[in-house]
């Protein structure tokens, strides 16, 4: 709920007041990412904020996606299609040439919105990254852009930050800060007013708004980092009738907003593992995505995890396992990493679940898809984002788990995924299968009559939106809008 939210919710009150609007991040680092309708590939929260402007998600408004694969690389996406691995320090000497890239995404922008609301990365004052910034002030700078500090108050220390943020900007860069917003707010706001006008008087720019801590408003997270407020909650065991959902925190863990909405159904309990001695016996197991396939697995191996999951699976006739994308490919019996992508050229063992061997390759598919589930014909919509085709030499007891209607817009038949006999194991490339009110009640339906309960009806509860509005209302009633909109037309 950082300031990629903040940026959500002004997209959204600038469209219902009238104007052409778009978002723009010229470098996201997120491991949580969308394909576009052309199969580029952008971070997910830009596209979220596209929605907002209901606008179509398109690579210009992410130009350049950073998508960690260790501590010190990552796979580097300029304008949707990977362009190449990459260790920090190589990095740093390439952004001088996507500058021009970046540039030109946002001209482009510029040319068809009335507003195009920029957001940055991290923070505007890291002294060892302003010498080759493309996203902070100097993106602001190029664009002629007001900026707006965006600080978190939640976990402490947010005036020290902007005061501290102010004193390592230059001259020039202070004068291009025209307003704060204090965000994360919990508590009775009048407390803060001593601190708020000593802020002013001290720095003499205006604090647009304090943003309250929320929680009834569904906008998907960017950060894993949010997922730790999750892994030690929930309502395990608080009620026989809940089915409980184990979601594997792999340590490279990728589009984790696949499990959102399953997140959000009333008879769902869903819980982020990282240890053996957490899984218990769940109801349903999910291994998810993650950017390195062979590293995650290598991980289940040494924790236990894949032991205890591969134990439940076989000995518990009530716990099902899903795959999806990076999962479905460690389910199978073998991965080759010939062109090592992910490894030194290994060929790893999988778990076994599944008769697949996954061959890594160099072509990452990038595609917009329809499908159908075969037991069912529930139609679903949803992406893929992968290297590597998984690939069988005998179905025997397994049947495939979806028909793929349609691949970027265009009319198209060929199967995905497998599923055993007996439903209970399942994988598939397919990411947002779950957002299809149809299809997560459906899935969720054969879970419980497995375990004998009954049967409940669809819950189409989650409508994003409406949710947009639920959030543009927040902002409009906790940010001084017509100082905003004062200091944007002085600016143009």
């Given at each position: 709920m950082g300031k990629s939210v903040i940026v959500t919710g002004l997209c959204r009150i600038f469209l219902q007041d009238g104007y052409r609007v778009c978002p723009f991040k010229a470098q996201n680092m997120s491991l949580n990412s969308f394909v576009t309708k052309d199969g580029g590939e952008i971070g997910r929260a830009q596209a979220n904020q596209a929605f907002a402007c209901r606008i179509e998600p398109n690579v210009d408004i992410n130009p350049v996606l950073i998508k960690p694969t260790s501590d010190v690389g990552a796979q580097i996406i300029v304008r949707g299609k990977p362009y190449e691995n990459m260790q920090a320090v190589e990095y740093i000497k390439h952004k001088k040439s996507l500058k021009k890239v970046v540039r030109e995404s946002f001209r482009s922008l510029s040319q068809k919105y009335d507003i195009v609301v920029i957001e940055g990365a991290g923070s505007p004052a890291e002294i060892n990254l302003k010498k080759h910034d493309i996203v902070n002030m100097k993106m602001a700078e190029y664009a002629g852009a007001p900026v707006i500090l965006v600080g978190d108050i939640d976990k402490g220390g947010v005036f020290a930050w902007i005061v501290g943020t102010l004193e390592l900007l230059t001259k020039k860069e202070k004068k291009m800060v025209k307003g704060i917003i204090i965000n994360k707010f919990r508590g009775d706001k009048s407390l803060l007013s001593p601190a708020i006008k000593f802020l002013e008087r001290r720095l003499g720019i205006k604090v647009l708004g304090v943003v309250p801590y929320f929680k009834n408003i569904k906008i998907p997270e960017?950060?894993?980092?949010?997922?730790?407020?999750?892994?030690?909650?929930?309502?395990?065991?608080?009620?026989?009738?809940?089915?409980?959902?184990?979601?594997?925190?792999?340590?490279?863990?990728?589009?984790?907003?696949?499990?959102?909405?399953?997140?959000?159904?009333?008879?769902?309990?869903?819980?982020?593992?990282?240890?053996?001695?957490?899984?218990?016996?769940?109801?349903?197991?999910?291994?998810?995505?993650?950017?390195?396939?062979?590293?995650?697995?290598?991980?289940?191996?040494?924790?236990?995890?894949?032991?205890?999951?591969?134990?439940?699976?076989?000995?518990?006739?009530?716990?099902?396992?899903?795959?999806?994308?990076?999962?479905?490919?460690?389910?199978?019996?073998?991965?080759?990493?010939?062109?090592?992508?992910?490894?030194?050229?290994?060929?790893?063992?999988?778990?076994?679940?599944?008769?697949?061997?996954?061959?890594?390759?160099?072509?990452?598919?990038?595609?917009?898809?329809?499908?159908?589930?075969?037991?069912?014909?529930?139609?679903?919509?949803?992406?893929?984002?992968?290297?590597?085709?998984?690939?069988?030499?005998?179905?025997?007891?397994?049947?495939?788990?979806?028909?793929?209607?349609?691949?970027?817009?265009?009319?198209?038949?060929?199967?995905?995924?497998?599923?055993?006999?007996?439903?209970?194991?399942?994988?598939?490339?397919?990411?947002?299968?779950?957002?299809?009110?149809?299809?997560?009640?459906?899935?969720?339906?054969?879970?419980?009559?497995?375990?004998?309960?009954?049967?409940?009806?669809?819950?189409?509860?989650?409508?994003?939106?409406?949710?947009?509005?639920?959030?543009?209302?927040?902002?409009?009633?906790?940010?001084?809008?017509?100082?905003?909109?004062?200091?944007?037309?002085?600016?143009?």
């Open positions: 960017e950060d894993s980092v949010s997922l730790d407020e999750r892994i030690e909650g929930g309502k395990y065991g608080a009620d026989e009738k809940l089915i409980d959902v184990a979601v594997i925190k792999l340590p490279h863990i990728s589009n984790f907003t696949d499990f959102d909405a399953l997140e959000k159904e009333n008879d769902v309990v869903l819980r982020y593992i990282r240890k053996p001695e957490e899984l218990q016996s769940p109801d349903l197991i999910i291994i998810p995505g993650t950017k390195n396939t062979c590293s995650d697995l290598k991980h289940l191996k040494i924790s236990g995890l894949a032991e205890k999951i591969v134990s439940l699976t076989n000995s518990h006739p009530l716990t099902f396992i899903m795959g999806i994308c990076g999962g479905y490919q460690m389910l199978g019996n073998k991965i080759s990493d010939r062109h090592r992508l992910e490894s030194n050229g290994e060929e790893i063992e999988g778990l076994g679940l599944l008769p697949i061997h996954t061959y890594l390759g160099k072509e990452k598919v990038l595609t917009q898809v329809k499908a159908k589930e075969i037991t069912s014909g529930i139609e679903i919509s949803g992406y893929e984002i992968h290297h590597g085709v998984s690939k069988y030499r005998h179905m025997g007891k397994y049947g495939h788990l979806f028909e793929i209607t349609e691949r970027n817009g265009k009319r198209t038949r060929y199967f995905d995924g497998l599923r055993r006999e007996d439903n209970r194991v399942l994988g598939t490339y397919i990411h947002g299968l779950f957002d299809s009110d149809t299809f997560r009640r459906g899935f969720l339906n054969k879970i419980r009559q497995k375990k004998g309960w009954r049967m409940l009806p669809e819950n189409s509860f989650f409508n994003p939106d409406k949710e947009f509005d639920k959030l543009a209302k927040l902002l409009r009633e906790n940010i001084n809008m017509g100082w905003l909109y004062k200091i944007l037309m002085t600016d143009a």
